[in-house]
Nanobody
Framework: QVQLVESGGGLVQAGGSLRLSCVSS????????MGWYRQAPGSQRALVAS???????NYADSVKGRFTISRDNDKNMVYLQMNSLKPEDTAVYYC?????????WGQGSQVTVSS
C-alpha cells in the first residue's frame, strides 16, 4: 500500500502560480511512475503530468509549457509547479502512484483559478 498526501492547492487569479506537493509513504525509489491528475465538476479524471523513475515527463497538451512535474526521490516528494494558470485549470488535483499494476491516489487538493 502507498499512502499519498497532497498539499498546496488554493485560490489564485488567472495568470498566477501555485505549487502542489505530494508526499509518499513508500520510497519513490520503489515506485515506477508518479503523476498528477485532475477532475473538474462534471468531467472525468484526466492525466495532467507524469514522471517515471527514469525518462522524460509526460504532459497533457493543455498544460505543456505552463506546468512542470518533478520528483525528489530522496524526500519521497512529487511536485507540480503550475504557472500562467487559467480558469479552465480549476479542478481537484490528485497525486497518483503506479506500482506493480496498481494505482494509488491521494485525497485530492482543490485548485480554483478566478478570472
Amino acid at each position: 500500500q502507498v499512502q499519498l498526501v497532497e498539499s498546496g492547492g488554493g485560490l489564485v487569479q488567472a495568470g498566477g502560480s501555485l505549487r502542489l506537493s505530494c508526499v509518499s509513504s513508500m520510497s519513490l525509489f520503489k515506485i515506477y511512475n508518479m503523476g498528477w491528475y485532475r477532475q473538474a465538476p462534471g468531467s472525468q479524471r484526466a492525466l495532467v503530468a507524469s514522471q517515471p523513475i527514469t525518462g522524460s515527463p509526460n504532459y497533457a497538451d493543455s498544460v505543456k509549457g505552463r506546468f512542470t512535474i518533478s520528483r525528489d526521490n530522496d524526500k519521497n516528494m512529487v511536485y507540480l509547479q503550475m504557472n500562467s494558470l487559467k480558469p479552465e485549470d480549476t479542478a481537484v488535483y490528485y497525486c497518483n502512484a503506479k506500482e506493480n499494476g496498481l494505482d494509488f491516489w491521494g485525497q485530492g487538493s482543490q485548485v480554483t483559478v478566478s478570472s
